[in-house]
């Protein structure tokens, strides 16, 4: 199937459109894909100073506990003074501790459990329960959430001489020292929540600061220290659109100089375009003057790749004129085939025969349209004349340049396959099976179901002239024809006898 030169250059087009298209997609989510690791990294900054500023502030209000635990005379009041005396130690240390609401002093029985207390919340109880059950360090801890009391506990174990828990140093401290922390670090618009795990439920919300942003916006989680606590944060910045800014000429730029490639492809198309039909009339304009006889000298081309090929053609065509003029004035050429005669067939096959000893040997194919006289019969003689034209027209579109082709007489013609031997012949006239129309137009709308019988032999070193060559191919054909019409036989010289198979039929 042929193909469209429009096809071809819309279907480069639209491919470099495609390409393009997806280079460009391919941009806009690289460039989406650095805004958002940039505002990703910009959010965990900001968490991560203010996880840090957090985790400090705990970090020193325990180590000042633990100060206090471990100062001189803090067991003796544990264990041995009385109420009044516990008072004044945790009035002092209250004193002492920045953002502490209130400081207990919670001794330990001799089963190891603290007394409990009606001056407790049971949230700050239950806290001191599993600080001594598990006997490790506390993490901080929020109680009464949302209440007018709401504070978070830390608890230090004061330790007897035997490095044993003998009680707890409990200090509940207000909110707004972890407010403060996070107001320092919280940019415009921003918004962070601090968060306690719940046992059997999902996290608590126990400490926000600003708007929360919308459920479309990311957030950023960053632990902090060895406490249980998760602060949560959004910028509430919102990204910049892809197309602002300079980004607008950037974009601009890239879709002009897409628009300038498809306008130059275009006109490289219609350039294109215009130069191969300006080529192909000058082909046709050749054609037309070789079938009437006169090649001219120069025939303008606009492609330099068409020119070359042009020149080729226009010199054969030119040879092949004056070759035709030659043998019109030799008689040489047959009047209505156009091709050699019987005497150019002949002239042709002294001169292959006599250069067989150097260039090695030519076969030589006869051809008789079955049916012929039929033809002549039914629908007279013109219909005959157009029979024998179209039919060497198509013999001369299928042989080889370099073969002769000849009408020896009536419907015999004859092919001589110039220096070819006999099986590369056999494969030359499968191919002329093959490749020969079926029908061929005669007048008056009256179409002619193609047949043809064939001989062919080669010539052979024992022959002593270029007749006994076309004798054998003669014998051929007899016997293609005895054998039913409408194919090919082969007289091969080295066996003496025409072969029994046929080559090939129709």
Not at 120 to 147: K, Q, W, Y
Not at 339 to 358: D, I, M, T
Not at 415 to 440: D, G
Request: proline share 5%; hydrophobic share 40%.
């Amino acid at each position: 199937m042929a193909k469209s030169l429009t096809r071809v250059h819309f279907q480069v087009i639209l491919i470099l459109l495609l390409c393009f298209a997806a280079a460009g997609y391919a941009g806009y989510l690289a460039m989406r894909d650095m805004q958002l690791s940039s505002y990703q990294e910009r959010a965990s900054l900001t968490a991560r100073t203010a996880s840090n500023r957090i985790t400090k502030l705990l970090t020193q209000q325990r180590q000042s506990l633990e100060k206090f635990a471990g100062q001189p005379g803090m067991l003796s009041v544990l264990q041995r003074g009385n109420p009044a005396e516990r008072q004044r130690k945790e009035d002092e240390i209250k004193s002492m501790l920045p953002g502490a609401v209130a400081v207990r002093l919670l001794p330990r029985n001799s089963a190891g459990k603290t007394p409990s207390t009606e001056t407790l919340d049971p949230a700050c109880v239950d806290f001191i329960r599993r600080v001594s059950m598990a006997n490790t360090p506390a993490a901080p801890e929020f109680h009464s959430i949302g209440t007018p009391s709401e504070h978070y506990d830390m608890a230090v174990a004061i330790r007897d001489e035997n490095q044993k828990p003998a009680g707890y140093l409990l200090a509940s401290f207000a909110r707004a020292p972890l407010q403060s922390a996070i107001e320092l670090t919280l940019p415009p618009g921003g918004y962070m929540e601090l968060q306690q795990p719940v046992a059997g439920n999902p996290s608590q919300t126990v400490l926000a600061v600003g708007e929360a942003a919308s459920a479309n916006t990311a957030a950023v989680t960053s632990a902090l220290g060895d406490s249980r606590w998760t602060l949560t944060f959004q910028s509430g910045e919102v990204p910049s659109a892809i197309l602002s800014g300079n980004r607008i000429l950037y974009f601009a730029f890239i879709a002009l100089i897409l628009l300038v490639i498809v306008v130059v492809l275009f006109r490289l198309y219609r350039q294109t375009s215009g130069a191969v039909r300006h080529d192909i009339r000058s082909l046709i304009r050749m054609f037309r003057d070789l079938r009437e006889g006169s090649v001219r000298v120069d025939y303008p081309m606009a492609l330099h790749e068409f020119a070359e090929i042009f020149d080729y053609l226009r010199d054969r065509g030119q040879k092949l004129v004056a070759e035709k003029e030659k043998m019109k004035g030799m008689g040489l050429m047959d009047h209505l085939s156009q091709l050699g005669n019987r005497r150019h067939f002949e002239v042709r096959l002294k001169e292959l025969f006599e250069s067989s000893k150097a260039n090695g040997p030519s076969s030589v194919l006869m051809i008789d349209m079955d049916y012929f006289k039929k033809v002549n019969d039914v629908h007279g003689h013109d219909a005959g004349d157009a029979l024998i034209v179209g039919f060497a027209n198509a013999l001369r579109k299928v042989v080889r340049q370099n073969d002769v082709l000849a009408r020896l007489g009536g419907d015999e013609f004859c092919i001589i396959y110039t220096y070819a031997s006999l099986e590369n012949a056999k494969r030359f006239v499968e191919r002329l099976r093959r490749q020969l129309p079926r029908e061929i137009p005669l007048t008056k709308g009256v179409v002619h179901q193609l047949r043809w019988t064939g001989g062919l032999s080669t010539m052979y070193d024992k022959d002593t002239k270029p007749d006994d060559v076309l004798w054998r191919a003669d014998q051929a054909l007899l016997q293609a024809k005895e054998a039913g019409r409408n194919i090919t036989k082969v007289y091969d010289p080295t066996t003496g006898a025409p072969e029994k198979k046929r080559v090939i039929v129709s």
